[in-house]
């Protein structure tokens, strides 16, 4: 193990040491805190473990400091050999949610989603060591370490459900009780992470959850996303194994932009999103990253449709200028066609004088460039 990635690596076991320890104390005082914390601490030392150790990149270029959680997450989904599933990603992305309220505001977090996202978060724990340095986290635990929950594993739409209820009735006139109705709201907003990339907790959704649970709107209304999940629960006692997991089955959830027609959707459910920090790849980035010609990575976005998927691709305009971003849905999409498929092939079907239908707007000086490449 190469010595950085061994300190990294040796920070990630005390932290989830500590997050185990904190766990099971039989003291109340600060208990959520502290394993909320330290286990998310625990994961992002251990990503980066593995990103050093593979020689991926871990300071920014711009700022001289070690990369964020979020960009550790997306790096580690595209890292070969330890490749983090979009399932997983979840996970690490709906405990860091959790974690941010605790650490720089507040939330109330039951003991039943607790102790499922410390399970789940052990059980991930154990398998990204393994993969990233074939090692088991038993292996860095005393013999005398014993796992104890007052509660066993539930499912976690029950958690939610339970936890809807509760808000409630703690919303309802008389009670007195709106802040921790708040409190508890706040962290049902961020196991929306689980689904959904870019996720934060801002007070203006909290105000629209508040504002829909008062008007008497199911859960599945106001949390559509989380109509989603599912516990994976293996195992009992001191073997049980929990992964939080996306169910194809779902309900799909659409993203509503301003000027959409057609069915009503009930503004309770609608969330703001960042789509500057969703759709953050420029044309040039995407072809950079992925070490292609840009006239290639042209006709490998045409080849795949990536310039018709919203999901990939968002036009923002400043004034008479547009300027096309892409999201890490493209990037994966293209990495994986350039590992799979015969690029040769793709240039001959989708190269200049092939193409189907006009690239992306972008401002002058981008589109001059893009033509001077292809000319060279």
């Known amino acids: 193990m190469r010595a950085t990635a061994k300190t990294l690596h040796g920070k990630a076991l005390s932290s989830m040491r500590t997050a185990m320890t904190a766990f099971n104390s039989p003291h109340d005082d600060g208990r959520p805190t502290v394993v909320l914390l330290h286990l998310q601490h625990a994961f992002e030392m251990l990503l980066k473990a593995a990103l050093f150790q593979r020689g991926a990149k871990v300071f920014d270029k711009k700022s001289g400091r070690s990369i964020g959680f979020e960009a550790a997450i997306n790096q580690s989904c595209q890292l070969a050999g330890f490749k983090v599933t979009q399932d997983e990603a979840g996970t690490l992305r709906a405990i860091d949610a959790l974690r941010d309220d605790e650490q720089h505001w507040f939330n109330d977090v039951s003991e039943g989603l607790l102790y499922l996202h410390a399970r789940a978060g052990v059980t991930l724990f154990d398998e990204l060591l393994f993969r990233a340095f074939k090692q088991r986290l038993a292996d860095h635990l005393p013999n005398r370490v014993l796992p104890v929950s007052t509660e066993p594993p539930q499912d976690i739409l029950a958690l939610v459900d339970s936890e809807y209820a509760n808000i409630s009735e703690l919303l309802k006139p008389g009670r007195r009780a709106r802040g921790e109705a708040r409190a508890k709201i706040r962290t049902l907003l961020a196991l929306e992470a689980h689904v959904a990339e870019d996720t934060k907790v801002s007070d203006s959704d909290v105000n629209r959850v508040e504002k829909g649970i008062k008007a008497g709107k199911t859960r599945q209304q106001v949390f559509p996303k989380l109509s989603s999940l599912a516990a994976d629960i293996s195992g009992e006692g001191l073997t049980v194994k929990v992964k939080i997991v996306k169910q194809v089955d779902a309900l799909p959830v659409r993203l509503v932009r301003d000027g959409d027609g057609g069915e009503a959707v009930d503004a309770a459910a609608v969330r703001e999103v960042d789509l500057q920090k969703k759709f953050h790849w420029s044309l040039f980035d995407l072809a950079d990253k992925l070490r292609i010609s840009r006239p290639r990575a042209t006709a490998l976005r045409e080849h795949l449709?990536?310039?018709?998927?919203?999901?990939?691709?968002?036009?923002?305009?400043?004034?008479?200028?547009?300027?096309?971003?892409?999201?890490?849905?493209?990037?994966?999409r293209m990495r994986d066609a350039i590992a799979r498929q015969d690029m040769d092939a793709i240039w001959k079907s989708h190269g200049p004088g092939r193409r189907s239908r006009p690239r992306p707007q972008c401002t002058q000086s981008d589109c001059a460039d893009a033509k001077g490449q292809e000319a060279s």
Not at 320 to 332: E, G, I, L
């Open 305 to 332: 449709g990536i310039d018709k998927d919203s999901e990939c691709l968002h036009i923002f305009e400043f004034g008479s200028q547009k300027h096309p971003r892409y999201s890490d849905n493209a990037m994966t």
